[in-house]
């Protein structure tokens, strides 16, 4: 991935789809390529459906002004989970101030798992989208998204699916899940910072309006002396929905990213979550004072354990763990509100990727059991 940044910048740096000189017609094949490799990896139907972004919270927000400003209205409902990352929660909060739509929340279980009669029993006539996160980001709970799909879909509503924490670490089909939009970071899977995807169903993005204005995500812009008046198309899609220059080397690493993950093979990559996830659980429960939080059976979740030492914050553990070159995330992960619902103040989370072992979980294993003894 780091080669192929590289490579564009010492080879191929010029922007993309603005000149015909040989630097920006390799820049865009480069960047178009990318899309179809996308495309192909969550099995989109059309190149079209890809919009890059800076990530999946500039990909939630471009739904909620393009598509929730103009088709939200007081009366309208949204069903929200109590287990979302605050990107897919605030977005919704700020829009419903603004348009006096309601938001509905559905309720967690106390082991981190989705309530799913209570989603599916908020679902009304009003309701005009469900959110869900496709993986928590907390506790690694797996949701059926497809499930409250069909359910959004029999009441005439749209689904939203936050894929930051699935994408990267298990197949995902956008057509066998069938949802409207999903959202994903290329960071969480091995591509630099500042590229996402937005994922939408091509007869739902035509009829979108551009979500920033600027270069690029316009056809033409006229102006008429005699009126005194501009006169503006949009550009085709995806493009209307990247205005100016784009990520164009974030784009080509999240392609070299996919292809680095496609020859691992994205079920490989869940096995080996599930197996160091298994292992780490077993290990932490030979650590005194250590409360681990989430479902204990692990085909409900993914590579992701948040837990607390009994008479430390998160931030100390985090702290301490790191003296010793681990690293863990402290806080609330930008999930307040299923904290709440654990009833914790904050929590430190250890995560896995394709590059974990055991034998670092053993080292971790060992430096809990110093910290929560001493």
Not at 167 to 183: Q, S
Request: hydrophobic share 40%; proline share 3%; with cysteine.
């Amino acid at each position: 991935m780091l080669d192929a940044v590289r490579g564009f910048y010492e080879n191929h740096n010029a922007n993309v789809h603005r000149a015909v000189h040989t630097l920006s017609q390799e820049a865009t094949a480069l960047y178009e390529n990318a899309r179809e490799k996308i495309k192909k990896f969550i099995n989109a139907q059309d190149s079209a459906e890809i919009v890059f972004v800076r990530g999946t919270t500039e990909a939630i927000n471009l739904v909620a002004y393009s598509w929730g400003l103009r088709n939200l209205k007081s009366g309208d409902e949204v069903l929200v989970s109590l287990m979302e990352h605050h990107s897919n929660i605030v977005p919704w909060e700020i829009l419903s101030k603004i348009n006096g739509f309601r938001i509905q929340y559905a309720k967690v279980n106390s082991d981190g798992t989705l309530n799913y009669e209570d989603y599916e029993s908020k679902f009304t006539s009003k309701t005009r989208l469900a959110c869900l996160g496709h993986v928590s980001n907390v506790s690694g709970v797996i949701n059926d998204v497809k499930r409250i799909g069909k359910v959004a879909h029999e009441h005439g509503a749209l689904m939203l699916v936050d894929a930051a924490q699935s994408v990267p670490h298990m197949p995902v089909d956008v057509k066998y899940l069938d949802v409207d939009f999903l959202a994903f970071s290329g960071h969480k899977m091995l591509a630099p910072t500042g590229i996402g995807v937005l994922y939408g169903q091509k007869e739902l993005l035509e009829q979108l309006a551009p979500f920033q204005g600027g270069g690029e995500m316009i056809r033409e812009v006229s102006f008429s002396q005699e009126q005194n008046r501009s006169s503006i198309s949009w550009n085709e899609l995806p493009w209307k929905f990247e205005a100016g220059t784009p990520n164009i080397c974030g784009a080509i690493g999240l392609m070299e990213a996919v292809n680095y993950l496609e020859r691992l093979g994205m079920a490989e990559v869940l096995q080996h979550e599930k197996a160091l996830t298994e292992y780490a659980l077993k290990r932490m429960q030979e650590c005194s004072n250590v409360m681990v939080y989430g479902p204990s059976d692990l085909q409900l979740k993914c590579g992701i354990v948040p837990f607390n030492v009994d008479g430390l914050s998160s931030h100390d553990v985090a702290l301490l763990c790191d003296n010793y070159g681990i690293m863990l995330r402290s806080g609330f992960h930008c999930a307040q509100p299923l904290h709440q619902i654990f009833k914790l103040q904050s929590s430190a989370r250890a995560s896995f990727y394709v590059y974990n072992t055991t034998e670092e979980i053993d080292r971790f294993v060992d430096v809990l059991k110093e910290i929560a003894n001493a």
